[in-house]
């Protein structure tokens, strides 16, 4: 009975250290896989800033940033290798701990001749049967640990607040086309602290084109993230179709909208599939129409492969001209209701800039539009601008309106056509 004690008190001791040992694995694997993400971004970082890099001479600089991360990573993987590797010898040291312990205690017993040599080779033998289950088990629970600390990176992933939810069904409005857009006294910062728009009013139907003008950092693309719903006012209510964006089913809204945002973003494949890519089952023929339409045809024919041509990972074998061309021609395709452009700000030489001109031109044919302006050929196109700045609207109006008022917008347009910009072009007439 002596015995059997000894035999089975090493057990609980056994499971303690394991269930310890636990802890600090949970605790490294979790650190190798911090420190295994901080390498991923790190690599994604020094490849998509490869040029900027070099143009500053920063290689030296990046490559050791990149080898403290690398040594972050090997240092967490060491250690956490060193605690899995050290449950094996704990558990066979209680083993041999537990077989000296019988031994001796036996020995003992055997002399003063309570039990029999038999009986104790007898109690090893059966040590050693419950022993060696223990030892998998204790793989197993390291293996555990090591699936626990990823699944628990997971959950945190999954559960990241949705900012932008659908509404509830029952109140979803699904909206069949867009015929108007109101702003009503919308206020919004992407910090609640600092609000980057404010009371931000206007109504815009029927076709009518809107500019929107102002320095930068005035708050100009958040208003288009709002109305696209990419985040949600704090103040103030946003009106489509008299509806509040909160309540219309986001996918419906954003169907009917075409959104061209300042850096024009192409997918690592085909120029054709770029063009059709709201619109999947675009025929080829529809494709290059549209593409002729916005005046790009040209220049795809002259690409290798033509319509077949790979466009790379970020954009990086095609101009940003033609960049521009190609989401003209992939926004006409989708034909949206609602057009919402964020011209870009990146000059281009004056003949692209009169192609993408006429291309604009036809992308804003019987279509709501807002446009976020840079170039005042550009805000001609438009019925009426509205002047932003520091988030507030300073100024609202038409083109003849606001330059009788002489204020930020006629001092704009003075300042760009005195250095001689598009205004001059002949497309202008
Ligand atoms: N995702 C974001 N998170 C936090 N702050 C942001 C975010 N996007 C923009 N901001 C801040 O909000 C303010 C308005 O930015 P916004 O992009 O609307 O300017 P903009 O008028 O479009 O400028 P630009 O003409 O340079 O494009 C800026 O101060 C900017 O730093
Ligand atoms: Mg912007």
Redesign the pocket.
């Known amino acids: 009975a002596k015995l059997a004690l000894i035999a089975v008190a090493i057990l609980p001791i056994a499971v303690g250290f394991a269930w310890f040992l636990g802890k600090f694995s949970r605790a490294a694997y979790r650190k190798s896989l911090s420190t295994l993400s901080g390498l991923t971004a790190k690599i994604q970082e020094n490849l998509s800033g490869m040029k900027v890099i070099k143009s500053f001479v920063r290689e030296k600089t990046s490559y050791e940033e990149f080898r403290d991360t690398q040594d972050k990573n090997i240092d967490a993987n060491i250690k956490a290798l060193g605690i899995s590797a050290s449950y094996q010898p704990v558990i066979f040291v209680m083993r041999v701990t537990g077989t000296a312990l019988i031994l001796w205690f036996g020995a003992l017993m055997a002399i003063s001749g309570e039990i029999t040599i038999g009986t104790i080779v007898a109690f090893i033998e059966y040590q050693f049967l419950y022993f060696m289950p223990l030892m998998d088990l204790v793989t197993v629970y390291d293996q555990y640990q090591s699936a626990m600390a990823a699944i628990e990176r997971m959950f945190d992933l999954i559960d990241t607040q949705v900012e932008i939810e659908d509404p509830p069904s029952e109140q979803a409005v699904k909206i069949n086309t867009i015929n108007d857009v109101e702003f009503q006294n919308v206020t919004f910062g992407?910090d609640p602290n600092i609000p980057?728009v404010k009371n931000i009013s206007f109504k815009l139907g029927n076709s009518k084109k809107l500019a929107i003008v102002?320095p930068?950092?005035?708050?100009?693309?958040?208003i288009i993230n709002l109305l696209a719903r990419f985040y949600d006012p704090a103040g103030g209510r946003i009106l489509v179709n008299g509806y509040d964006v909160k309540n219309i089913k986001i996918s419906s809204l954003r169907r009917h909208m075409g959104i061209v945002l300042?850096d024009s973003f192409l997918f690592p494949t085909s120029v054709k599939d770029n063009i059709r890519f709201g619109k999947p089952d675009a025929s080829d023929d529809e494709v290059v129409e549209a593409a002729k339409a916005v005046g790009a045809h040209a220049f795809i024919m002259k690409l290798p492969k033509g319509y077949d041509y790979i466009i790379q990972e970020g954009s990086s074998n095609i101009s940003i001209g033609q960049r521009q061309l190609i989401s003209f021609a992939r926004t006409l395709l989708a034909n949206p209701k609602l057009l919402i452009l964020d011209e870009a700000?990146s000059s281009i030489d004056p003949y692209t800039e009169l192609v993408v001109q006429n291309a604009l031109k036809k992308l804003l044919e019987n279509r709501l539009t807002i446009i976020?302006a840079h170039r005042l050929s550009t805000i001609r196109l438009c019925d009426e601008i509205i002047v932003i700045e520091e988030g507030k609207a300073v100024e609202q109006g038409t083109h003849e309106e606001l330059m009788r008022t002489n204020g930020l917008y006629s001092a704009f347009y003075r300042m760009q056509f005195r250095e001689g910009g598009v205004e001059t072009m002949p497309a202008e007439a």
């Open positions: 992407y980057v102002g930068t950092g005035a708050g100009k693309s958040t300042q700000t976020i």
